[in-house]
């Protein structure tokens, strides 16, 4: 019913207005003022300081968490981070030893795939920390150590607030290895985890922009393809918009990292082709800012339709954007958090425009519990 949908046509707009909650929610419980703590912990302090290694698991969009964090722990821990499909994990014969920690990202904690990687590292003798939404889920079971993820049930197929709490979770997980390895000061770890804690209103502001996204969604909805470019953490961020545009609107797109737009992509452009830019911060990334702007420039010559995600105030990117999305000023790092829900809405609203159901796409299921 439409109660049950908190007013709205479907959930999953719903779900997408409920991610503060579920962000201040995941967040809560987890940073006693001291140190990062974890739900349950079945492998010592020592354990995890010796580790060398981490490999980030999952499928979907939980992949594409994984994507993200292995920014945020890379750079906190000094840390190797793979970030691998499931599906392909184990069959690789990945190298793995009681110094490996892999960290399982499933919402359901029932996805075949993820199981089977996780039993895989395990025979291996790889530590393994689960990232789940679901309490007690199989997944969690397995595993050496659990962080909950708390969005709430998630009805809508394809995730959205599930998927911003993994990211969530997935910095926490970053700074309880610092925290471990040293990698951090005590207060250092408190200064991120309250810019995370600042990230639930940075979303709500964000959600302002659901009317004008929802219209563009309108205005596009007869397009052929979409293609999305980021870069840095803004890649995995055009890789999720892009799969939510095929999980919800059977439309085709693609997500790239902008700096191999002349290896190929930029073959691809053609008038009035939308393309959607996630833009890093001008003053935190500004490299990686200007070589995007040229960026957005060459493809707008070209003909296509720059949709353009910014921070707000980044003045410069304005005469590149045919269609310009402004969201918070956040740290790099975070800037996921914030980025993701303009390419939600805008799925969400380009499916409905084409007549399907946004909560139930065509041969999708919540989770999938087959190889
Ligand atoms: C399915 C869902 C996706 C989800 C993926 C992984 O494909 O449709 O939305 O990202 O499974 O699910 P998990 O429960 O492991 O996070």
């Known amino acids: 019913s439409a109660a049950e949908k908190g007013g709205h046509e479907y959930f999953m707009l719903k779900e997408i207005e409920e991610q503060p909650e579920a962000l201040a929610n995941t967040l809560r419980g987890h940073f006693d003022g001291g140190r990062i703590i974890l ?20 499928c979907g969009s939980a992949y594409h968490s994984g994507l993200v964090a292995k920014y945020a722990i890379e750079h906190w821990c000094r840390l ?48 393994v920390l689960a990232v789940c939404n679901t309490n007690g889920a199989q997944i969690p079971r397995e595993s050496d150590a659990v962080l909950y993820t708390h969005a709430g049930p998630e009805i809508g197929v394809a995730s959205t607030k599930a998927f911003l709490a993994q990211i969530a979770a997935n910095y926490l997980v970053g700074l309880a290895l610092a925290q471990a390895r040293g990698t951090k000061y005590p207060d250092e770890v408190a200064r991120e985890f309250a810019e995370l804690e600042s990230m639930p209103a940075a979303v709500q502001k964000v959600l302002s922009t659901v009317d004008q996204v929802r219209d563009l969604g ?49 073959a691809l452009i053609e008038e009035g082709l939308p393309v959607v830019v996630v833009m890093p911060s001008p003053k935190g990334r500004a490299v990686l800012h200007s070589k995007l702007v040229s960026n957005i420039s060459e493809i707008q010559a070209r003909g296509a339709r720059t949709i353009v995600i910014a921070e707000e105030g980044d003045e410069t990117v304005r005469p590149f954007a045919d269609e310009l999305i402004e969201i918070p000023a956040v740290p790099t790092l975070l800037q996921p958090l914030v980025s993701t829900v303009p390419l939600q809405v805008l799925a969400a609203e380009i499916a409905r425009t084409r007549g399907y159901d946004v909560d139930k796409p065509r041969n999708l299921a919540k989770s999938v519990t087959v190889e």
């Open 80 to 127: 190797p981070v793979e970030v691998e499909l499931a599906s392909e994990f184990r069959y690789r014969d990945p190298v793995l030893d009681r110094a490996t920690l892999v960290v399982a990202v499933s919402q359901s904690g029932e996805t075949a795939d993820t199981l089977e990687a996780v039993r895989h590292a395990r025979e291996q003798k790889a530590r």
């Open 39 to 58: 739900d349950e912990q079945r492998i010592s302090d020592q354990d995890l300081r010796d580790v060398d290694k981490v490999f980030v698991v999952a």
């Open 218 to 266: 309108r205005r596009i909805a007869d397009s052929k393809a979409v293609l999305f470019l980021g870069r840095h953490v803004g890649f995995p961020v055009a890789l999720e918009g892009a799969l939510k545009l095929k999980e919800l609107a059977y439309m085709h797109a693609e997500g790239f990292a902008a700096g191999e737009l002349k290896h190929g992509p930029i």
